[in-house]
Nanobody
Framework: QVQLVESGGGLVQAGGSLRLSCTASGGTYAMGWWKQVPGKEGEFVAATRWGDSTLYDKDVKGRFTISSDKVRNSVYLQMNSLKPEDTAVYYC??????????????????WGQGTRVTVSS
């Protein structure tokens, strides 16, 4: 079974940057990032179908950039101008095959273990 391994979380001051990485152990159709804070539902951040199409949540558009490397089965999330409200556990997610809706969590087949991002004010 395909597995997702994430890295790159950490603690950063407001205005700083972090880069998250996620590598799949096998082929996927599309990959994305979600975030979750305690007591709240997961929120869509960004997703890409290997560069053919990309979608961002409005709160991160212009600050975050999702990129992908199909050869490495990897997706990255460059997060710039970070704000305290970006603090969350970020999860990599993947769809292994077939069309789907980027913003519907149930459409993703695979989820990573999560990486914590903390932005201090």
């Amino acid at each position: 079974q395909v597995q997702l391994v994430e890295s790159g979380g950490g603690l950063v001051q407001a205005g700083g940057s972090l880069r998250l990485s996620c590598t799949a152990s096998g082929g996927t159709y599309a990959m994305g990032w979600w975030k979750q804070v305690p007591g709240k539902e997961g929120e869509f951040v960004a997703a890409t179908r290997w560069g053919d199409s990309t979608l961002y949540d409005k709160d991160v558009k212009g600050r975050f950039t999702i990129s992908s490397d199909k050869v490495r089965n990897s997706v990255y999330l460059q997060m710039n101008s970070l704000k305290p409200e970006d603090t969350a556990v970020y999860y990599c997610a993947a769809r292994t095959a077939g069309t789907f809706q980027f913003t519907r969590p149930g459409d993703y087949d695979l989820w990573g273990q999560g990486t914590r991002v903390t932005v201090s004010s």
